[in-house]
């Protein structure tokens, strides 16, 4: 089987963006909001099961989960291969799906305020 490299590039691109993304982010665009944030971890109810007692842990620092009712864990590309029981590379075309529907739109009339600003600092730079 050959795959073009501009398919290759595409694939490595998404696999470094899921790897990128932020597991909080993933879970909040997804219904998951934490019971607790404390001491650098976020504490969830499962989305693996129902439960009363939160057992989900997110690591901030390392962005790596830990489910201590499973026993399971990993980074955000084992979580969605987990949750929605798809391979490596299916997970990262939803985590990667997902990045981009998160991504903000900046209104034309602040981009436009951003390069007027720009160039006004830039005038001041020169007429000093």
């Known amino acids: 089987m050959k795959i073009e490299v501009a398919t290759l590039n595409k ?7 899921a790897k990128k993304a932020q597991i909080v ?3 909040k665009a997804n219904g998951h909001t934490p019971i607790r944030i404390k001491y650098g971890r ?7 099961r129902i439960e009363t007692i939160p057992s989900f842990n997110v690591y901030l620092d390392k962005n790596q989960w830990y489910d201590y009712g499973s026993g399971e864990g990993g980074d955000l590309i084992n979580l969605v291969m987990k949750l929605s029981n798809v391979n490596f590379f299916e997970a990262v075309e939803i985590i990667s799906r997902n990045i981009i529907s998160q991504r903000p739109i900046v209104p034309y009339f ?3 305020n951003l390069l007027r600003n ?3 600092s830039k005038l001041i ?3 000093h």
């Open 11 to 17: 694939i490595a691109m998404n696999i470094i963006e």
């Open 25 to 27: 982010d993933y879970l």
């Open 42 to 48: 976020a504490l969830y109810l499962s989305p693996m």
């Open 110 to 112: 602040k981009i436009e």
């Open 118 to 120: 720009q160039v006004i």
């Open 125 to 127: 730079v020169y007429r």
